[in-house]
C-alpha cells in the first residue's frame, strides 16, 4: 500500500521569504502523480500544483515549485516571495496512474500548517 | 461558476444518534468523493462515485455508513448511529471524471460527536 509521510507539522516564514515542505512517499509503481494541497482555515482544499511521476522536468506555478526526486521517492515544496495569504495547511498527495475499476484516490499526509509572519 | 455545496456546515450530535451531510458537486461533474478528515490527520476517501454507481468504497464502515447519489448529480452520507470516533470534517469534491481532471472540493461539514 502507498504511504505518504510530511514530517514537518509546522512551519513558519517570514513575508517575502523562501520556505520548502517537505514530503516523502512509499510505492512500488512506477507510474503516478503527486499533488500539493492548500486548505485555508474553514475554507476549501485547493490545488497547487502537481507533478506526473514520468517527467522528469520538475513542475512550477507562478511562486510555487517542487523538487521531484523519485529516486529518493521526495516531492518537495517551494515557496517563493511568501506572501500572508499563503499561510494555511499544506498536504502532499498521491495518486496511482493506473486505472482499476476508474477508482482514482488521492492518498494523503498528515498535513504541514504554515505560518506567514509580516 | 458555482464551486461544490455541502451543508450542513457545523453539525454537534450525541454519540448513537443520527445525521447525515449532503453535498452538490459542480454541474456535469460525473464524478463525486467523500474523504473524512480527523482532526491532525490527512484525508482519507470514503467513497468514490461515478454517476450513480459506487466505484471504491473499500473503506466505508458499512455497518455505520452509507452513502447514495441518486441520478447522478447530488449526494447524501449518512452515520447510523455515531461514536466517538466519527468526530471529523467530512469533504465532499467532484470532478469532471476519474483521471481526467482536478478534484474541486467543498468547504467540508465538521460534525462533533459527544
Known amino acids: 500500500a502507498q504511504t505518504v509521510t510530511q514530517s514537518q507539522p509546522e512551519m513558519s516564514v517570514q513575508e517575502a521569504e523562501t520556505v520548502t515542505l517537505s514530503c516523502t512517499y512509499d510505492t512500488s509503481e512506477s507510474d503516478y502523480y503527486l499533488f500539493w494541497y492548500k486548505q485555508p482555515p474553514s475554507r476549501q482544499m485547493i490545488l497547487v500544483i502537481r507533478q506526473e511521476a514520468y517527467k522528469q522536468q520538475n513542475a512550477t506555478e507562478n511562486r510555487f515549485s517542487v523538487n521531484f526526486q523519485k529516486a529518493a521517492k521526495s516531492f518537495s515544496l517551494k515557496i517563493s516571495d511568501s506572501q500572508l495569504g499563503d499561510a494555511a495547511m499544506y498536504f502532499c498527495?498521491?495518486?496511482?496512474?493506473?486505472?482499476?475499476?476508474?477508482?482514482?484516490?488521492?492518498?494523503f499526509g498528515t498535513g504541514t500548517r504554515l505560518q506567514v509572519f509580516p | 461558476e458555482a464551486g461544490v455545496a455541502q451543508s450542513p456546515r457545523y453539525k454537534i450530535i450525541e454519540k448513537r444518534q443520527s445525521v447525515a451531510f449532503w453535498c452538490n458537486p459542480i454541474s456535469g461533474h460525473a464524478t463525486l468523493y467523500w474523504y473524512q478528515q480527523i482532526l491532525g490527520q490527512g484525508p482519507k476517501l470514503l467513497i468514490q462515485?461515478?454517476?450513480?454507481?459506487?466505484?471504491?468504497d473499500s473503506q466505508l464502515p458499512k455497518d455505520r455508513f452509507s452513502a447514495e447519489r441518486l441520478k447522478g448529480v447530488d449526494s447524501t452520507l449518512k452515520i447510523q448511529p455515531a461514536k466517538l470516533e466519527d468526530s471529523a470534517v467530512y469533504l465532499c469534491?467532484?470532478?469532471?471524471?476519474?483521471?481526467?481532471?482536478?478534484?474541486?472540493f467543498g468547504e467540508g461539514s465538521r460534525l462533533t460527536v459527544l
Open positions: 462515485f461515478q454517476n450513480n454507481g459506487v466505484v471504491d
Open positions: 498527495a498521491y495518486r496511482s496512474a493506473f486505472v482499476v475499476m476508474f477508482t482514482d484516490k488521492l492518498i
Open positions: 469534491a467532484s470532478s469532471l471524471g476519474a483521471y481526467t481532471g482536478e478534484l474541486f
